[in-house]
């Protein structure tokens, strides 16, 4: 498989044509995916909803919402064989860009306990783990908990 490199994808608007290839993506990812209602409603709702492509590949995707004066990333995704590649980082670096456009003074996310790699790109990249939400996300044998971590502009 030809693994596209970081300098020649494009991050564009999410549109509802995306859909079917993000739900292919959130399936492969994650065990308890967003439903397609999950990101058709972030659409509609005006979040910043934006997808990583690359020759018409569609293999990255992010969403944040934003308010006044914060920003809170709802999800970022990368195709399992696109991750640990810094897809994730320039996704993420995109989104904290957009939140100082919209003049933020800080960004949110959670991020699974488990999600080790996920929760390392974010402490480099100057997130802080802030808080612990218990038994945030379902999980195979229960409930886990989210750390939110946070990001001051």
Request: net charge neutral.
């Amino acid at each position: 498989m030809n693994i596209p490199s970081p300098g020649r994808a494009e991050i564009r608007k999410m549109q509802s044509s995306d859909l079917d290839r993000i739900i292919q993506i959130e399936r492969e990812i994650f065990l308890f995916p967003w439903s397609l209602g999950n990101f058709a409603d972030s659409l509609k709702t005006g979040y910043l909803c934006h997808v990583l492509e690359q020759d018409n590949i569609l293999f990255g995707y992010g969403i944040m919402m934003m308010s006044p004066e914060e920003a809170h990333v709802l999800t970022l995704g990368i195709a399992a064989n696109w991750q640990k590649k810094g897809w994730g980082r320039r996704l993420l670096h995109h989104f904290i860009q957009l939140a100082q456009e919209n003049h933020a003074k800080s960004i949110f996310l959670d991020v699974r306990e488990s999600n080790h790699g996920a929760a390392q790109l974010y402490k480099q990249m100057g997130f802080q783990h802030i808080a612990t939400r218990k038994g945030y996300y379902p999980a195979m044998c229960g409930r886990e908990d989210a750390l939110v971590m946070q990001l001051m502009l």
